[in-house]
C-alpha cells in the first residue's frame, strides 16, 4: 500500500506541475491502480481497498499542495492547492476508491472461493469434557 501510495503521489503532483503530460500521468496512475487492485484481489485483501485513499491521502496532500504553488505561482498555488486537497480530495480519493474496488473485486471474483473450513477438523470440548 505504501508503494502504491508513493506511485500515487508522483502521479498527482506530476499531473498538477504539468497539464501537457495529462494523458501518459493518467495512464501510469491507472496501471498502478490496477496492478495494486490485482494484488489485493489476489491476495483477497479487499478490506484494504478502503484503507487505501486516506493512505494515499496523507501521502500527497504536502506535494500536491507544492505542486499548486509551482504551477501557479505561491500566493495563488496556496489557494489553488488549498481546494486540490480539499475539495479536490473527495473527487480524488473517490476515484481512487471506486477503480480500486473494482479491480480488487473482478479479480477476486475470477480467482474464485478460498479454501473452506470443514467441521470435521473441529473438536468442541465442553466444560464436563475435560478429563
Do not use: C
Not at 4 to 30: F, H, N, Y
Not at 33 to 59: E, Q
Request: proline share 4%.
Amino acid at each position: 500500500m505504501l508503494v502504491w501510495s508513493v506511485a500515487m503521489t508522483v502521479v498527482l503532483a506530476t499531473w498538477e506541475i504539468s497539464p501537457a503530460q495529462d494523458g501518459r500521468v493518467v495512464l501510469w496512475g491507472l496501471l498502478a491502480t490496477a496492478l495494486f487492485g490485482l494484488y489485493l484481489g489476489w491476495r483477497r485483501r479487499a478490506a484494504a481497498v478502503f484503507v487505501a485513499p486516506f493512505v494515499s491521502w496523507s501521502f500527497a496532500w504536502l506535494p500536491l499542495w507544492i505542486s499548486a504553488m509551482i504551477r501557479h505561482g505561491f500566493f495563488k498555488g496556496i489557494f489553488v492547492g488549498l481546494f486540490l486537497i480539499t475539495v479536490g480530495w473527495f473527487v480524488i480519493g473517490t476515484l481512487e476508491f471506486v477503480s480500486l474496488g473494482a479491480v480488487t473485486m473482478l479479480v477476486r471474483a475470477a480467482r474464485g472461493r478460498g479454501p473452506q473450513a470443514d467441521g470435521d477438523g473441529v473438536i468442541i470440548y465442553g466444560p464436563n469434557d475435560i478429563v
